[in-house]
Antibody, heavy 120, light 107 residues
Framework: QITLKESGPTLVKSTQALTLTCTFS??????????VGWVRQPPGQALEWLAL???????RYSPSLKSRLTITKDTSRNQVLLIMTNTDPLDTATYFC????????????WGQGAFVTVSS | SYDLTQPPSLSVSPGQTVSITCSGD??????ASWYQQKPGQSPILVIFQDTKRPSGIPERFSGSNSGSTATLTISGTQAIDEADYFC??????????FGGGTKLTVL
């Protein structure tokens, strides 16, 4: 059974960095073809893909946010981290981590999401 | 940037068939997926690689992708299908892109 769970601060101040952790079970990110991504959703708005890291450490970023994002993995701890620098109140959103790999380039398992408020 | 366009809202009567469209430039050359999201919940994958259904997704959900439009069709719509639906496209250039979402009302 694959599960993912996001953790991190619920409130950050504008311009500060935001670090989110995705802790997962039921799969290994060392397995060929597996990836873990981050997707966010501002209140009442659409989903927005942010970043994804593959089993082989290949990293992909949303072009519009690439300069502010870093994604890393800790295979032994079954964790993927997302760091977002220079936050803004517009970054207030629910942040989801999700598994990719068994369903092509789709996200087939999602965490419950973590709501982060960026205050001015 | 690559954009996917969905109708903001649709309504359907129980038992009827509804199609939700997702339009993007040469979308047929990308892999389309669809997600269902109910209020306060995480998205659920209902269609991937244009037409495939994940295990556990009812047969009434089907997908297609032709030209510049991907379509999610729900046949025999049930009240439990009321939700927001998001399309998502992937290729090696645009990577992952989501549509703006369609709020489906069953009434």
């Amino acid at each position: 059974q694959i599960t993912l769970k996001e953790s991190g601060p619920t409130l950050v101040k504008s311009t500060q960095a935001l670090t989110l952790t995705c802790t997962f079970s039921g799969f290994s990110i060392a397995s060929s073809g597996v990836g873990v991504g981050w997707v966010r959703q501002p209140p009442g708005q659409a989903l927005e893909w942010l970043a994804l890291i593959y089993w082989d450490d290949d990293r992909r970023y949303s072009p519009s946010l690439k300069s502010r994002l870093t994604i890393t993995k800790d295979t032994s701890r079954n964790q993927v981290l997302l760091i977002m620098t220079n936050t803004d109140p517009l970054d207030t959103a629910t942040y989801f981590c999700a598994h990719a790999g068994d369903s092509g380039w789709a996200f087939d398992y999602w965490g419950q999401g973590a709501f982060v408020t960026v205050s001015s | 940037s690559y954009d996917l366009t969905q109708p903001p809202s649709l309504s359907v009567s129980p038992g009827q068939t509804v199609s939700i469209t997702c339009s993007g430039d040469e979308l047929v050359n990308k892999y389309a997926s669809w997600y269902q999201q109910k209020p306060g919940q995480s998205p659920i994958l209902v269609i991937f690689q244009d037409t495939k259904r994940p295990s556990g997704i009812p047969e009434r959900f089907s997908g297609s992708n032709s030209g510049s439009t991907a379509t999610l069709t729900i046949s025999g719509t049930q009240a439990i299908d009321e939700a927001d639906y998001f399309c998502q496209a992937w290729d090696s250039n645009v990577l992952w892109v989501f549509g703006g979402g369609t709020k489906l009302t069953v009434l």
